[in-house]
Every structure is written in C-alpha cells, then in structure tokens.
C-alpha cells in the first residue's frame, strides 16, 4: 500500500496531525479518523511520535468534535431536518426515529456509538438534536472517546503496520458491504412503496367498477 508507505514515512510533528482529523469525523463531516488514529499509532511504534501523545490528541480531538457536533445539531438539526423540500417526510421519519430511540438508549448510544464506524459521526448530532442533557452527553462522550482512543492508539502501537493493513482493508469491505446494505434497503422501499401505490389504485378502480355494476341493475329494474 503506496499511500499507507508514504505517510508512515513522515517524521515530526506533522504525524500528530493524523489524530486531529478525528475533530472532523466527530463534528459530522465523513473522515478517516479511525485509519487516522491507527497510521499515527504506527508511526509512534516507529518512534517518530510519542503514543501518549497520540492517544491524548485524539482523545481531545474526538471530544471537541463530538461537542461541537452536539451543539450545531441541538442549534440548527432538527430545524434543518424537518424543513420544507426534498425528501422531508423522509427526514421527518428519521427525526421519529431518533427521538424514540434516544428516549430509551442515549446515554449508551453515545457511548456505543463512538466505536462503530459510519455511525459515530451522526451521534452527537442526534444526541443535540434530541436535547440530551448536555452534562450526560458530556460525560458519556468522553468516556466513549477515551477508551476509544486508547484502545485503538494501543492496538495500532503494539501491533504496528500489520494492524493498520488489517484495519484499512476491512474497514474498506466493511464500508462496502454497509453502503450495499443501505442501497438494498433504498431499492427494496421504492419497490415497496410503489406496489403498495399500484395495489392501493387497483382496490380504487375496483370499488368504484363494483358501484357501478350494483347500480345497474337498479336502472334497469
């Protein structure tokens, strides 16, 4: 892997760079935080950076991201989401859903969250967007982005480039096979809705086909 060779290659401070984009996928903006966190985990195995000092950054990082995230989502979200345009009742479904699974999960959701790929990005937005006590998302946030860190920043230190290998090309398969879940799920909704339309017409002309056949024979008579 070229790209993974050249970055591992750089030296310095700039390597402390990598746990940082961390900040961006966690305020919502879609980045390779996790690959991030585990090529400067690499590079401190190397002793070109210092691992304390990885995992510190990117526990930081994921945190003020996170909050960020949770503020312009409890700011602006719901407004945004629910606006008149495209798709909204669409949106407006996926605002439903938020708000019931927030009211029974949130803590641990955020929590939880921050260890699943594609999906931390859009929690913190959630747990603004549902107004989750800002000292329980605050608290749980942090644990969640903590023990993530560490986790990752000592997988990434012991087990060295092969640990980055592994995790970049599953998390690629992983991505793949999420995205085709996803546009699975799309198709089989269009496909669902337009039958349910087709059947809903049908029961329509054949009611309004049966009253005119029992009014018939009501003219003749």
Known sequence: MLLLGAIISVGGGLGYALPAIIGLESMGIPSPGETALILAAVLASQGKLQIWLVIVIASASAIAGDNLGYLLGRKLGRRVLTAPGPLQARRTKVIDAGDRFFAKHGPKAVFIGRWIALVRFAVAWFAGIEHMRFRTFFVYNALGGIT??????????????????????????????????????????????????????????????????????????
């Open 148 to 221: 993530w860190a560490t986790a990752y920043g000592l997988v990434g230190f012991y087990a060295g480039k092969a640990a980055a290998d592994a995790i970049t090309t599953y998390g690629v398969y992983a991505a793949l096979g999420l995205a085709a879940l996803v546009v699975a799920f799309v198709v089989w909704r269009v496909v669902r809705e337009r039958r349910q339309g087709a059947d809903h017409a049908r029961v329509g002309a054949d009611g309004g086909s049966g009253g005119r056949d029992d009014g018939a024979p009501d003219d003749q008579e």
